[in-house]
T-cell receptor, first 111, second 116 residues
Framework: QKEVEQNSGPLSVPEGAIASLNCTYSDRGSQSFFWYRQYSGKSPELIMFIYSNGDKEDGRFTAQLNKASQYVSLLIRDSQPSDSATYLCAAPNTGFQKLVFGTGTRLLVSP | SQTIHQWPATLVQPVGSPLSLECTVEGTSNPNLYWYRQAAGRGLQLLFYSVGIGQISSEVPQNLSASRPQDRQFILSSKKLLLSDSGFYLC???????????????FGPGTRLTVT
């Protein structure tokens, strides 16, 4: 059974700092990973996906994948209070019909 | 572009009453469809998924059922609600099974169910 694990947090960072969110996974065969942001009371929103080893940048967000160490991370530069949310990491299951979600890391950005 | 709708947005139902939640997707064909439940302060629990009309896979035993009467319509039902059925119900879709690379899911706005 594939597992995706995240620290539940909360991770507290000051405004303007870099927030680093981490996710580890158990299946060495995992090829792709997804990061979702969920504001309190709202549905999850896809913000990043990464398929290859290395970094992928999109605005203030950078996803990093290290297949050898089986972890994927999300960096948020110049963190803003509006980034305060729960961030979910996910990977497809072996049959690629479902996503296995982590339980999420709560991020708090203080002004 | 693709959009996903869920209704109702909120629902308060007494224990033992029936339930019907509806989800529809626009702008795509042959989507995979998913029902999740999220209890307060908890992670996502996959309840059902469907890869086509009439094809339903159940992830956890419970008093809920799902149906897919049309390609882009997914319905979650219960004959008798329990207190433990309270939660945030999310419908999601992903690309056709013919899409080999992208399996990201897109979520609807959700239905907040309170069973009293």
């Amino acid at each position: 059974q594939k597992e995706v694990e995240q620290n539940s947090g909360p991770l507290s960072v000051p405004e303007g700092a870099i927030a680093s969110l981490n996710c580890t996974y158990s299946d060495r065969g995992s090829q792709s990973f997804f990061w979702y942001r969920q504001y309190s009371g709202k549905s999850p929103e896809l913000i990043m996906f990464i398929y290859s080893n290395g970094d992928k940048e999109d605005g203030r967000f950078t996803a990093q994948l290290n297949k050898a160490s089986q972890y994927v991370s999300l960096l948020i530069r110049d963190s803003q209070p509006s980034d305060s949310a729960t961030y979910l990491c996910a990977a497809p299951n072996t049959g690629f019909q479902k996503l296995v979600f982590g339980t999420g890391t709560r991020l708090l950005v203080s002004p | 572009s693709q959009t996903i709708h869920q209704w109702p947005a909120t629902l308060v139902q007494p224990v033992g009453s029936p339930l019907s939640l509806e989800c529809t997707v626009e702008g795509t064909s042959n989507p995979n469809l998913y029902w999740y439940r999220q209890a307060a302060g908890r992670g996502l629990q996959l309840l059902f998924y469907s890869v086509g009309i009439g094809q339903i896979s159940s992830e956890v035993p419970q008093n809920l059922s799902a149906s897919r009467p049309q390609d882009r319509q997914f319905i979650l039902s219960s004959k008798k609600l329990l207190l433990s059925d309270s939660g945030f119900y999310l419908c999601a879709w992903s690309g056709s099974r013919l899409a080999l690379i992208s399996y990201e899911q897109y979520f609807g706005p959700g239905t907040r169910l309170t069973v009293t």
